[in-house]
């Protein structure tokens, strides 16, 4: 992104851009990061952040400086829900997924070419991987939601992503190899759901299972993170039945509220 004036499209591009960065983290972002992330000028943000306070779609915590997410994003997100009935549909999913497993259970929705987590609901196992929560977003082909996705995309649509892998894993890209990315996914295809050996974060594994819309192309993804040892032999192959179960389920409700 350059420095040239603010105007015209290019400003709901960067204030989307802002907003996605806020919203990564319940805690929100200091300013600091917000300029390194967004790759704009200190003066361009802090005048934009300005701008979407006084509108009431950012807030700054007066406790920590960061910039959070503003009460109007709330209502707006409590209209939006109305149209996408996702939590009434992927809750029950995840309860019975969390309560049957005691592993932490998310759901994520396809954004682009990127996965982004919707919601969560905590296992009952004492030590847990903290890697993802809601408004996380990865890459597609990075962990296990985005693996489940990309791997039952059209063949096309994986060799365009695969094309400039570097560039699109970003800071991934080092633990997610392409190689690896390629073996991941294959293997996703036979057995119908992902496994992420620890490549976000060491020791913390994921599993996933696609979610279909009307059209038969992946759009969310249901996964399970834990520590490594939870996630292997047996108990793998267990956790990954039970994963397909609850993705089919909503896959069906999904294409029926649609």
């Excluded at 994986?158 to 894993?169: F, I, N, V």
């Excluded at 991934?172 to 992902?194: C, D, I, K, M, W």
């Excluded at 994921?206 to 108990?235: C, H, Y």
């Amino acid at each position: 992104m350059t420095s040239t004036p603010v105007q015209g499209a290019q400003v709901v591009s960067r204030v989307a851009s802002l907003l996605r960065i806020v919203g990564r983290k319940p805690e929100g972002s200091p300013l600091v990061e917000l300029v390194r992330e967004s790759g704009l000028t200190r003066p361009t943000v802090h005048r934009l952040l300005s701008s979407l306070a006084a509108e009431g779609l950012l807030d700054q915590d007066p406790a920590s400086g960061n910039w959070v997410l503003g009460p109007e994003i709330l209502l707006m997100g409590s209209v939006a829900s109305a149209r996408f009935p996702l939590e009434d549909i992927a809750r029950p999913s995840l309860r019975r997924l969390a309560e049957e497993t005691g592993e932490s259970a998310f759901f994520s929705i396809r954004r682009g070419a990127e996965t982004v987590c919707l919601l969560r609901e905590e296992g009952s196992f004492p030590v847990r991987s903290f890697v993802l929560h809601e408004g996380v977003r990865f890459p597609l082909g990075v962990a296990s939601a985005g693996t489940a996705i990309m791997a039952f995309l059209p063949e096309t649509e994986q060799e365009d992503l695969l094309a400039d892998w570097p560039a699109h894993a970003g800071s991934f890209a080092t633990a997610h190899t392409e190689p690896l990315v390629r073996a991941n996914l294959a293997a996703t295809r036979q057995a119908g759901y992902s496994v992420n050996p620890g490549l976000v974060l060491e020791g913390s594994w994921g599993m996933g299972a696609a979610v279909f819309d009307q059209r038969g192309l992946p759009a969310w993804a249901l996964s399970l993170t834990g520590i490594e040892p939870r996630f292997k032999g047996e108990r793998q192959e267990m956790l990954g039945r039970l994963l397909m179960d609850e993705a089919h389920r909503i896959s069906t409700l999904l294409q029926g509220a649609a």
